[in-house]
């Protein structure tokens, strides 16, 4: 995961957005329309998967509801809630990240990618994507959006890694199966395909 | 037999959904005006509900709906409840239910509701409740008395609650490694003499064990959403098969089961958790139709491990008799089994566990399920089995020891085959072939050089070797295959078996394509929501989808052969037997040109009706199945059948598995190095599916050797372990960096495809190979998992364990 992701970072995000979250309960303040006293932008224009758009999001929404629930975004899923599993893992530019762990408010510049936004113009599967079909990767596929974009970030900034180096770059995403030989297995054929 | 499509890799249409976030599960369904339910849950560990006041609640705006038990069908304990008011039994059990137009408003109606409670006295640990004068989980007692048999793991366990106590001495000699004596049981069984066995026996062992209860820690909670329409319930939910939920849903909701609309396309982890309904279902289902509107009730990571199931745990005590060759002349053992508020038990599996791998020749089991109040217990992937297969590799390791056997041999001289008799019925199988599998295993690992060789130590690293055994009851008959060819030259392959990801819903569909003879191209699988005419399944557990279902499809598919063949006399003369198919075509076996293709023998039996199309069906298939059919009828050629063919007995799924781990005695965490996992499953149905189901049994095994655990606080009951990393299950990290796996790949005479099922016998070889790898390489066997990093920091510091001798769920 992103080092720069840090908890600290998290807070203080949450302090900025004049809105308490406590670990299980952001997903439920994200709904909330509180805080009328506050002075806080509501319209904020996200780009997602290479599209501008105009969300109305509350200041305690974290990333996951706001793609999830605004945007209709539903490839990444919320097993935790709470930066344990990876099921949400998105990317901001390159970088993996978890996006039950961020504020909407606070990415309002960044480019967001989904599992939505890995197909190739014409509409061919990513590396990544045809790699892990191939290597039959997935089991109940509940993980597989989170470890797709952990998989594509790591491609992205290393495109030929090592099978520690693939292991590594996947110690974020929980897999309750146990796939993890056959995402690893999934990563390498990826490589293969990329090069 | 050289098959067209088993054996060999293919790409399952779900796979490409699940890799693009196209895939939808529960939560992804968001229908118009869909309104969410919350649950209120109890701060108690035992007690009852003596006032609710919900009318704060219900002025507040945005909130539509309370429900409590008083709305529901009635439950009696020992029954899990859908919500709890004259036997609260664990914290975080559902009390009441809110209705509203969003989750934060639900949330917040909830603390409005006022709940006057009287407390009771709990208990967490068994043996504590077990000891007289402890305290009973329930007012009137503490053990379960079982009225029904666990054929069907995942049925719901039925009986009443009853008193059984022992003197305070008799629970020492248990917690000690001794038998006690004069003291009551709730049940068990026994076969073989067992006294001119053990009077038989060189080496005699006896001793206590004890194994966590574990969360199933599904990725995807056991949320639901559901909404009516014309008097039917369209009902969304995570499940581990569409069609053998129907039945219990609709009791559940009171309702007919034809107007049940299950629907579940994808399935974030079962793992038995989820096989059949969860009672919260009752909710949405209830409020939907209260309300009518569209209704989802999530389940949030944290309240899994309050209301989701868990595996019970086992306190026991073990005897084992061995004879000077070898063989195993008796086992006697005792499973007091912490079956939480339900009584949920494994211990007659778990029995059954020795019976198959190590075939004693007598065999005694004594147990009683003793209800705490913790999490509620349910199925786990191989419930029983796999904890026992962990306790026991150790102890079965220090009988061969004792006779200086080298512990592979061990148990190829013990291992089951065709002809061996299993369970306390000393019952026939339908084929095994271990000691094929133990030599597969052998070699792949060099398990005798390596055996051979002293031990690597590297400063406070010490290395050892593991070998176990994993077993499951693998295969069930009786259920009802279904296929369609459209006047299009498709084929519809009907399939009511869950998608847990083992793939194994289309890998029996190729069952179907290989009797028709037909290319894959040309299949489509139906699935995933029964009004798209679903036969009747199993649920998708108990390793049993590949047995069963190989055969349904089969049946199914033979049934349409032949109707193609009778449509093809009718149209060209002679008789049916006279015709054969191929390439998608059926025709007169002396005259290939006089026949036609799978698309106009279609078109042919939709003209002449009847059975051909589905009209008319055979009588002795399950009325789901029935209600499919009569939805396809005229719509193409329909093969439909139920599975009549023969089974001997129980179709065993068979594990070995040999690890090599590294313990480090200064932090007391163990690594696994290298793994091999060789399954005897019969054919090989799906090589890629296969491979998947080994290794991420063994990524579970690994879980339970060194992780995985309810724990509660014993002052107040309440769970400490609530969260994935805390019951933690294993990460990538955890896991060797490249898992082997193989099979024996001989064909069960019992399956017309060969195979059996093995998805859990491989994490119960797994969790004892590494408890026997850790036991080698410290020269001591804690006859406990997990196998925490503390233990072993005492153990090396020969300091005194933490927990009581036996003591369960606790640190």
């Known amino acids: 995961m992103n080092s720069k992701l840090s908890r600290r970072r998290f807070i203080k995000g949450v302090i900025y957005s004049s809105a308490a979250a406590a670990s299980g309960a952001s997903y439920y303040l994200a709904t909330a329309q509180t805080n009328s006293n506050a002075i806080v932008e509501r319209l904020l224009s996200l780009t997602v ?147 | 037999m050289t098959f067209m499509h088993i054996g060999k890799d293919f790409t399952p249409p779900d796979v490409e959904g699940k890799v693009t976030g196209d895939a939808k599960y529960v939560e992804d369904f968001a229908p118009e005006g869909m309104v969410t339910a919350r649950l209120l849950t109890s701060p108690l560990a035992s007690g009852r509900v003596v006032s609710i006041d919900a009318s704060e609640a219900l ?132 076969y073989g003499d067992l006294s001119a066995s053990f009077a038989e026996s060189e080496v005699i062992i006896q001793e206590s064990f004890v194994t966590a209860g574990t969360p199933h820690h599904c990725l995807e909670p056991r949320s639901s959403m559901a909404y009516w329409q014309n008097g039917k319930c369209f009902f969304y939910a995570s499940t581990q098969s569409q069609s053998a939920v129907v039945e219990p849903l609709a009791d559940l909701l009171g309702i007919e089961p034809e107007n ?27 409020f939907a139709q209260l ?59 778990s029995a059954q566990h020795i019976s198959v791998v190590y075939t004693p020749t007598a065999m005694r089991l004594r147990n009683i399920p003793v209800f705490t109040n913790t999490a509620p217990r349910g199925a786990q992937r191989g419930p029983g089995q796999n904890e026992m297969s962990a306790a026991i590799a150790p102890i079965m390791d220090k009988a061969a020891r004792q006779l200086g056997m080298d512990r592979a041999h061990f148990r190829r001289v013990n291992a089951p085959h065709s002809e061996s008799p299993v369970y306390e019925s000393q019952g026939p199988i339908t084929s095994a072939f271990m000691a094929e ?105 108990g390793s049993n989808t590949i047995f069963t279902h190989t055969r349904t499809n089969w049946v199914a598919a033979e049934d349409a052969v032949s109707k193609l063949k009778q449509i093809a006399a009718i149209e060209f003369g002679g008789d049916a037997d006279e015709y054969e198919i191929n390439n998608e075509r059926v025709f007169k076996t002396t005259a290939p040109n006089q026949g036609f293709s799978y698309a106009e023998a279609a078109a042919k039996a939709i003209e002449l009706g009847g059975a051909f199309s589905g009209q008319e069906y055979p009588s002795d298939i399950h009325p789901i199945t029935q209600r499919a059919v009569q939805g396809l009828a005229g719509t193409g050629l329909v093969g439909v059948a139920k599975d009549n063919l023969p089974k001997r007995g129980i179709a065993p799924g068979l594990m070995i598995s040999m690890a090599e781990v590294e313990v480090d005695l200064e932090t007391g965490k163990h690594e696994v190095i290298d ?123 020969k300091k005194d364990q933490e927990s009581a001798l036996l003591a369960i769920n606790t640190f």
């Open chain 2, 59 to 190: 002025r507040m705006d945005g909130v539509l709906g309370v429900l409590t038990a008083d709305d529901l069908p009635p439950s009696s304990a020992p029954d899990d409840p859908v919500l709890a008011s004259d036997d609260i039994t664990y914290i975080g059990q559902p009390i009441a239910a809110i209705a509203a137009i969003s989750d934060s408003i639900a949330e917040s109606a909830i603390d409005k509701i006022r709940i006057d409670y009287e407390r009771r006295g709990f208990v967490t640990d068994p043996l504590e409740s077990l000891v007289e004068g402890g305290p009973d989980a329930y007012p009137n007692g503490n053990v379960l008395v079982q009225t029904n048999s666990l054929e069907d793991e995942n049925a719901t366990i039925r009986g009443g609650i009853s008193k059984i106590k022992w003197p305070p001495s008799e629970i020492e000699k248990l917690r000690n490694g001794e038998e006690p004596e004069n003291v009551e049981f709730a049940d068990g069984w026994e």
């Open chain 2, 260 to 286: 049940v609309c299950m629907i579940s396309e994808n399935t974030g982890g079962g793992f038995g958790s989820k096989g059949r309904v969860y009672p919260t279902m009752a909710i949405t289902g209830r």
């Open chain 1, 49 to 195: 998967n290479g599209r501008t758009r105009l969300v109305d999001v509350a200041p305690s929404e974290t990333l996951a509801f706001t793609l999830r629930n605004k945007l209709g975004l539903t490839g990444l899923k919320v097993a935790c809630n709470r930066g344990e599993c990876g099921a949400c893992t998105i990317l901001l530019e390159d970088v993996a990240n978890y996006s039950c762990s961020i504020l909407t408010h606070t990415v309002k510049r960044r480019s967001i990618t989904t599992v939505e936004g890995l197909k190739t113009a014409d509409g061919r599967l990513s590396a990544v994507q045809q790699g892990f079909i191939e290597e039959l990767a997935p089991q109940c596929g509940f993980c597989t959006p989170g470890q797709v974009m952990a998989a594509t970030a790591l491609l992205r900034t290393n495109p030929n890694p090592t099978r520690t180096e693939a292991r590594e770059a996947l110690a974020g995403n929980l897999c309750r199966c146990g796939a993890y030989d056959h995402y690893l297995n999934g990563v390498m054929r990826a490589a293969e395909l990329l090069s």
């Open chain 2, 675 to 797: 793994y091999v996992g060789i399954a005897d499953c019969g054919t090989i149905i799906h090589p890629q599916g296969l491979a998947q189901q080994i290794n991420g049994g063994a990524v579970w095994g690994f879980g339970m050797a060194s992780s995985e655990r309810h724990v509660y606080d014993p002052q107040n009951a309440l769970p400490a372990n609530t969260g994935l990393y805390q019951a933690k299950l294993p990460t990538i990290m955890d896991v060797p960096i490249e898992m082997k796996s193989g099979a024996v790949d001989i064909a069960d005479p019992y399956n017309p495809a060969g195979g059996r099922g093995v998805g859990e016998p491989s994490q119960g070889s797994a969790v004892a190979a590494v408890t026997s790898a850790i036991a080698d390489a410290l020269g001591h066997s804690f006859n406990r998992v997990p196998v925490t990093p503390d233990m072993i920091v005492n153990f090396a510091n």
């Open chain 2, 437 to 541: 599998a133990i030599d597969i295993a052998s070699n792949m690992f060099g398990w005798t050089e390596r055996e051979a060789a002293p031990r690597q130590r590297n400063g406070s690293k010490v290395r050892g070797l593991g070998i176990g055994l994993g077993y499951h009851s693998a295969g069930g008959s009786g259920y009802d295959g279904l296929v369609r060819i459209t006047p299009d030259g498709r084929i519809h392959l009907h399939s009511g078996v869950g998608n847990l990801g083992t793939y194994s819903y289309a890998g029996t569909a190729r069952a179907a394509a290989e009797v028709l003879k037909c290319r894959w191209e040309s299949c489509e699988i139906v699935r995933g929501s029964t009004d798209q005419h679903l036969p009747h399944a199993s649920t998708q557990g």
């Open chain 2, 291 to 349: 309300l009518n509107r569209p209704v989802q009730l999530r389940i949030t990571r944290e309240e899994e491990y309050y209301l989701g199931v868990g595996r019970p745990g086992m306190q026991g005590w073990v005897k084992t008799g061995v004879r000077a060759d070898g063989t195993v002349a008796a086992v006697d053992v005792i499973i007091i089994s912490d079956g939480g508020p339900t009584g949920r038990n494994s211990a007659s599996s």
